[in-house]
Structures are given as structure tokens and as C-alpha cells.
């Protein structure tokens, strides 16, 4: 079974620029999360799909953060601008149905991102 | 708000010996505690769960000790080895649609 995919796996950029990231997810799983990593800290949900639609984006700084998952698969997540205390990892990862015992997190190893 | 709150930040066994990473937590409605690896440069990965019917769980060399009157549970590493050297997430989620949330994390250094 194929992982998470997720591209690029580093970026570098300046503050105010924008970025986007890609993921694609573990091919059935229906439900797909974008998490944020920052250096020392756990991951922190941004955004939760389920096929194409949002399930919760509570914590997503909607201001300057959006995402979307166009036909229920690949999903991309986009900053503009960017500050600097976006600096973090960004951990894609998919599940059968949301997470629970019988349906578990399968993460990608990640885009960390560095803005200067 | 931290939800699930991990102990310690860091942790340095000498190899053979017993890891323990402890987590609690406060919202009763939880019913599924994980634990997850990480390693440099990886996304984290599930090394085993719970749910609070049980009060333990064995695979391998590791074991969650689950204690649901105090709001707690544990990662036990048994015989740790040098390749155990990771960080390691507890999360924790309810039912329904909700996501996991997660610990700060236990950086594990295993030495020889």
C-alpha cells in the first residue's frame, strides 16, 4: 500500500510570499487532515476533509490559510502571506473514516517550511 | 487549552531498560488513546492504542497502561534499544467525526 504523498518537502521562503503544498492521500481513504508542526510541539489540526467537503477548519487562520480537496482525493493547502511564525512542518495524513480504532492516521513525512 | 497534556519532554534510557511516557487528560468523552513514533525527517507513525474498556494493552515490546478514573495512560518500552531513539505523541480523539488531538511530545534518547 502506497503512503501519504505529500510534495514539495522543503521551502524556503520570504515573509508575505505565498506557498502552497500538495498531498496525496492513501488511495480509498475518505477522510484527510492537514496538520501544522512546529519545531518541539506536537501536530496541530488545520484543516479536517471528509471526501471534499470541510469538516473542521476551527483552528485554520483562515485569513491568511486556505485549502481545498477538488474531487474528494489530492488536497492542497495554501499560505498568503506568509509570516514568520508559519515556520513549521506541515503534515498531511488520511484515514478509511476519521480516526478511531478500527481506522487509523496514516501520515506523510511532511513539507517543512522555513520563512525568513 | 491543552487537552492532552504528555510528561516528560525528554527522556534518556540506557539501553535495555524500561521507557515510560506518561499522558493525561481531561475531556471524559475521549475514547481513543494512541500512541505514535516519530523520526527525524518522518511523519509520526501509529505504534499502538487503546480504548478505555481495557486497562492494558501488550504488543511486543510495548504496552499502554490505561487508568480511566484518573484520566491517564501510559507508554511502557520494554528492553528499550538504540532504534527506539525517536520522539513519541500520545493523542487522544472521541467519537464521531472529531480528529486526534496531541501531546508535546517525549523525545526518547536510548544509549548504549
Known amino acids: 500500500e502506497a503512503g501519504v504523498a505529500q510534495s514539495p518537502r522543503y521551502k524556503i521562503i520570504e515573509k508575505r510570499q505565498s506557498v502552497a503544498f500538495w498531498c496525496n492521500p492513501i488511495s480509498g481513504h475518505a477522510t484527510l487532515y492537514w496538520y501544522q508542526q512546529i519545531l518541539g510541539q506536537g501536530p496541530k489540526l488545520l484543516i479536517q476533509f471528509q471526501n471534499n467537503g470541510v469538516v473542521d477548519d476551527s483552528q485554520l487562520p483562515k485569513d491568511r490559510f486556505s485549502a481545498e480537496r477538488l474531487k474528494g482525493v489530492d488536497s492542497t493547502l495554501k499560505i498568503q502571506p506568509a509570516k514568520l511564525e508559519d515556520s513549521a512542518v506541515y503534515l498531511c495524513?488520511?484515514?478509511?473514516?476519521?480516526?478511531?480504532?478500527?481506522?487509523?492516521?496514516?501520515f506523510g513525512n511532511g513539507t517543512r517550511l522555513t520563512v525568513t | 487549552q491543552q487537552q492532552v497534556k504528555q510528561s516528560p519532554q525528554s527522556l534518556i534510557v540506557q539501553k535495555g531498560g524500561i521507557s515510560i511516557i506518561n499522558c493525561a487528560y481531561e475531556?471524559?468523552?475521549?475514547?481513543?488513546f494512541p500512541w505514535y513514533q516519530q523520526f527525524p525527517g518522518k511523519g509520526p507513525a501509529l505504534l499502538i492504542a487503546i480504548r478505555p474498556d481495557v486497562s492494558e494493552k501488550k504488543e511486543g515490546r510495548f504496552t499502554i497502561s490505561f487508568n480511566k478514573s484518573a484520566k491517564q495512560f501510559s507508554l511502557h518500552i520494554m528492553d528499550s534499544q538504540p532504534g527506539d531513539s525517536a520522539t513519541y505523541f500520545c493523542?487522544?480523539?472521541?467519537?464521531?467525526?472529531?480528529?486526534?488531538?496531541f501531546g508535546k511530545g517525549t523525545r526518547l534518547s536510548v544509549i548504549a
Open positions: 493523542a487522544a480523539s472521541r467519537g464521531g467525526n472529531t480528529p486526534l488531538v
Open positions: 475531556n471524559t468523552a475521549f475514547d481513543y
Open positions: 495524513a488520511s484515514s478509511l473514516t476519521p480516526s478511531n480504532s478500527n481506522s487509523p492516521l496514516h
